[in-house]
T-cell receptor, first 117, second 114 residues
Framework: AQKITQTQPGMFVQEKEAVTLDCTYD???????LFWYKQPSSGEMIFLIY??????QNATEGRYSLNFQKARKSANLVISASQLGDSAMYFC??????????????FGKGITLSVRP | DSGVTQTPKHLITATGQRVTLRCSPR?????VYWYQQSLDQGLQFLIQ???????AKGNILERFSAQQFPDLHSELNLSSLELGDSALYFC?????????????FGNGTRLTVT
């Protein structure tokens, strides 16, 4: 079974508007971390934001925030005031706790975001 | 800049050959991970090292091997290369190995097998 699901087709947003990128996850582990990464066309993977399973507040990092709904097992990324440079592929990923030292990062398939001027 | 350095950036080689990809983790990070990104398979975890020891293996082929050296840099060796090995290979590092430690990725090595 897929652990991270990103099913949106390519997303488009107007510059300066906000956009939400969806991510659902599947785990029975009570301890886990959720991460979002950005991959521009140049290819590098850029860490954006982290949310822990025990965190009471939604994570925020500048224009990025994470809408964490634990009961629904969703961790949607919200980008406010979109900029042209936000055009990229966005990956949701998860690390689970009880695998201990061997906790790898599992990625979803990604969502392509295009920002229109 | 993530602080993770990967060399070379690009590699073009022929089928049957062997190549070595190199990675220097961020200062202070003890754990190194290798990932393969291809169009059809997405991002696949290959292998993880922690302070010189192998800690986890993913979908790594027997033709591939890796190691982490005492100075914490890591190398991924790919041998008997096939066309299907063409992909973007990422190295990542993290300060910790628990679920709340993010991975920081290098810029990747783009391997083309012809």
């Amino acid at each position: 079974a897929q652990k991270i699901t990103q099913t949106q087709p390519g997303m488009f947003v107007q510059e300066k508007e906000a956009v939400t990128l969806d991510c659902t996850y599947d785990t029975s582990d009570p301890s886990y971390g959720l991460f979002w990464y950005k991959q521009p066309s140049s290819g590098e993977m850029i860490f954006l934001i982290y949310q822990g399973s025990y965190d009471q507040q939604n994570a925020t990092e500048g224009r990025y925030s994470l809408n964490f709904q634990k009961a629904r097992k969703s961790a949607n990324l919200v980008i406010s005031a979109s900029q042209l440079g936000d055009s990229a592929m966005y990956f949701c990923a998860m690390r689970e706790g009880t695998t201990g030292a061997n906790s790898k990062l599992t990625f979803g398939k990604g969502i392509t975001l295009s920002v229109r001027p | 800049d993530s602080g993770v350095t990967q060399t070379p950036k690009h590699l073009i080689t022929a089928t049957g050959q062997r190549v070595t990809l190199r990675c220097s983790p961020r200062s202070g990070d003890l754990s190194v991970y290798w990932y393969q990104q291809s169009l059809d398979q997405g991002l696949q975890f290959l292998i993880q090292y922690y302070n010189g020891e192998e800690r986890a293996k993913g979908n790594i082929l027997e033709r591939f091997s890796a190691q982490q050296f005492p100075d914490l840099h890591s190398e991924l060796n790919l041998s008997s290369l096939e066309l299907g090995d063409s992909a973007l290979y990422f190295c990542a590092s993290s300060v910790g190995i628990t679920y709340n430690s993010p991975l920081h990725f290098g810029n990747g090595t783009r391997l083309t097998v012809t």
